[in-house]
């Protein structure tokens, strides 16, 4: 059961949930259960059982998928007011987990069973809109990610992640690699290319832009295949 005070919290970072049938907001006072996990633990696993749906209130969850090279790619992150649409996926269709989730910064949650997730599917008009609205929105991500990793070389995807979260990217090597799918010394190899170009500087746990120009040619760039990688360097 949820105090009054988790009960607010969700209704605030979750506003759909305002308009939801008085009897569905106790049952979800009654039936939500917090949650909270610290940094590096498992949130969901590949293959497992998905019995509950999470609504995140605070921190961050990355959802990756492992490849047979033992790399993962990242999927997506789940922040709070986000759903999950492997979650969604898995309770409609009564699938396990296709990918796994890991807490990046420890999480504050509210959990409900499946059974009161189909309810309010059914019977909350503005939750059930959210729900789709947020797997469409996935999707189209998704979509993007699957066409960036066939389509375009590693260097344009490190340059276009560069530009995305400048000008200083707080992040070592190890985790821009594991945002990417690739593996440190590779990364390593491209960052100091760029930095040879004067496009940023390195320091430590740090990358700063210094020229976000070149960047974009290294994203917009078509044909030179001096800087491409193997399948397994994309993965």
């Not at 490849?67 to 009564?94: A, N, W």
């Not at 990610?145 to 992040?171: K, N």
Request: with cysteine; aromatic share 6%; glycine share 6%.
């Amino acid at each position: 059961m949820l105090t009054d005070t988790d009960l607010n919290q969700l209704l605030t970072v979750y506003p759909t949930l305002r308009t939801t049938p008085a009897a569905l907001q106790h049952v979800l006072w009654q039936a939500g259960q917090r949650c909270q996990m610290a940094a590096g633990q498992l949130f969901f696993d590949i293959d497992a059982p998905c019995r509950t749906f999470a609504l995140s209130l605070s921190g961050s969850i990355r959802v990756v998928r492992p490849v047979k090279s033992g790399r993962e790619i990242l999927l997506y992150r789940i922040q709070p007011g986000e759903s999950c649409i492997l979650t969604v996926s898995c309770l409609l269709g009564g699938e396990t987990y296709q990918a796994k989730g890991v807490v990046e910064s420890a999480v504050t949650a509210v959990t409900i069973p499946q059974s009161l997730f189909i309810h309010l599917i059914e019977q909350a008009p503005a939750f059930r809109a959210f729900i789709f609205q947020s797997f469409g929105q996935r999707l189209a991500r998704l979509m993007a990610l699957i066409e960036e990793v066939a389509f375009q070389r590693l260097d344009q995807r490190l340059a276009a992640l560069l530009l995305a979260r400048g000008p200083v990217i707080a992040a070592t090597h190890q985790q821009l690699a594991d945002e990417l799918g690739s593996v440190r010394e590779v990364i390593g190899r491209l960052l100091r290319n760029f930095q040879r170009q004067e496009a940023v500087v390195l320091e430590r746990g740090h990358v700063r832009i210094l020229n976000r120009t070149i960047l974009r040619k290294i994203v917009r760039s078509e044909g030179d295949t001096s800087h491409r990688h193997t399948k397994g360097d994309l993965l």
